[in-house]
Nanobody, 121 residues
Framework: QVQLAESGGGSVQPGGSLRLSCAAAGSIVSIGAMGWYRQAPGKQRELVAVITNNVVTDYIDSVKGRFTVSRDGANNMVYLQMNLLKPEDTALYYC???????????????WGQGTQVTVSS
């Protein structure tokens, strides 16, 4: 199995910054795309940012120009730098990864437990 562990959440004032980190560990043969989802109270989970193993990135429109996703392939890490945070960014942020756990096997989605980001004055 594969475990994803997020860190870096917290509370910040509007306009502030946070950096989320996620480490993948376990039975990993290879990792494809990695990224971040978020879910605010009463809302559906939404994809915030994704980065492929070819370092192609994509973002939800509401965070473009403010958030940057990056990865450290050698250490199975993914990061989300969040700048100019807004109250509407408040949510539980989940890391995910598409992982191959056995040679020739399929890619499987794995999720972290989530880290809370709260933006409030």
């Amino acid at each position: 199995q594969v475990q994803l562990a997020e860190s870096g959440g917290g509370s910040v004032q509007p306009g502030g910054s946070l950096r989320l980190s996620c480490a993948a560990a376990g039975s990993i043969v290879s990792i494809g795309a990695m990224g971040w989802y978020r879910q605010a109270p009463g809302k559906q989970r939404e994809l915030v940012a994704v980065i492929t193993n070819n370092v192609v990135t994509d973002y939800i429109d509401s965070v473009k120009g403010r958030f940057t996703v990056s990865r450290d392939g050698a250490n199975n890490m993914v990061y989300l730098q969040m700048n100019l945070l807004k109250p509407e960014d408040t949510a539980l942020y989940y890391c995910y990864a598409l992982v191959t756990t056995e040679l020739g096997g399929p890619m499987v989605s794995f999720w972290g437990q989530g880290t809370q980001v709260t933006v409030s004055s």
